[in-house]
């Protein structure tokens, strides 16, 4: 936790003299003197704090980082799912195996993708597993 806290304030620092200098340099720059220096980018995100951390002085930073950019922003994810499963499972369909269930919540996540048809039918006509339907 020492190393870490140690990392942190260095990083801090780091980004705490860039601002200084950047300031420094925009009020030589209105006071007219020939001292042009280039301004550095202050990162605004995540992601562009993680490509601005060098794993070699900051490893833990950089790994803090790539978790922080890979973390959901909400839980659309989650509500989106569990709204599918709501139009999935009616009443009608209150009996259905979990494994259908499971089959048909894919179908709707992913409906975007294309099926074939054809390579379906193939498919389970080459399984051995035979449904039933006749009640």
Do not use: H
Request: charged share 25%; net charge positive; hydrophobic share 40%.
């Amino acid at each position: 936790l020492a190393e870490i806290r140690a990392e942190f304030l260095q990083w801090k620092n780091k980004w705490i003299n860039i601002c200084n200098e950047n300031k420094a340099t925009t009020n030589s720059l209105n006071n007219n003197t020939s001292l042009k220096r280039k301004l550095i980018t202050i990162p605004d995100t995540a992601i562009e704090s993680f490509n601005e951390c060098n794993e070699a002085f900051f490893p833990n930073i950089k790994a803090l980082l790539k978790i922080f950019s890979t973390l959901p922003v909400s839980t659309a994810t989650v509500e989106r799912s569990f709204s599918v499963l709501k139009l999935i499972k009616s009443y009608l369909r209150a009996t259905m195996a979990e494994n259908r269930l499971n089959g048909l919540a894919l179908m709707y996540v992913y409906r975007d993708i294309p099926i074939d048809v054809e390579t379906i039918i193939t498919e389970f006509s080459r399984s051995k597993y035979r449904v039933d339907f006749s009640i």
